[in-house]
């Protein structure tokens, strides 16, 4: 990280700051249109996409998937790629 900041300070003269994030993990979200939208509307702010615009939630504990797993059980939350089509 030291290397990006001297480079990005150095070749584009911008300040830059690295902060810490609370998550432990990310897992793809798997399931239908119609099980998937509702679950990004109430998990928006822990849901970002991968280079494929494949949806994946950031987790900060395995007490947290437990509690995604139980409250969607109609998803599915891969931890690889190669599930996820």
Not at 51 to 62: A, M, N, R, T
């Amino acid at each position: 990280f030291d290397v990006v900041k001297y480079r990005i300070e150095n070749e584009y003269g911008v300040s830059v700051r690295f902060a810490g994030l609370p998550y432990k993990a990310a897992r793809w979200v798997i399931g239908s249109d119609k099980d998937v939208e509702p679950f990004i509307k109430s998990q928006g702010q822990h849901v970002c996409y991968d280079q494929h615009e494949k949806p994946c939630v950031l987790l900060s504990d395995e007490w947290r998937l437990k509690l995604l797993q139980e409250k969607f059980p109609d998803l599915s939350f891969p931890a690889t790629s190669e599930s996820v089509q």
